[in-house]
């Protein structure tokens, strides 16, 4: 989502993927891709722990 947000204008990581895919800069897209993996992953763990999956005690 945050690649093709960059498409219409938005900045942030994903317009430095789209700006590496323009220009063929492998290690650009590498960078703001490997970023972009690890907020997703600490996004992903914070979601999860907020949730919260509560164990039933069974009496």
Known sequence: MVVIASMV????????VYIGIIQANI?????????????????DRISQSLGGTQKKESK
């Open 27 to 43: 290690v650009l897209v590498f960078e703001a891709g490997l970023g972009i993996l690890i907020l997703a992953i600490i996004l």
């Open 9 to 16: 204008g938005a900045a942030g990581l994903g317009e430095k």
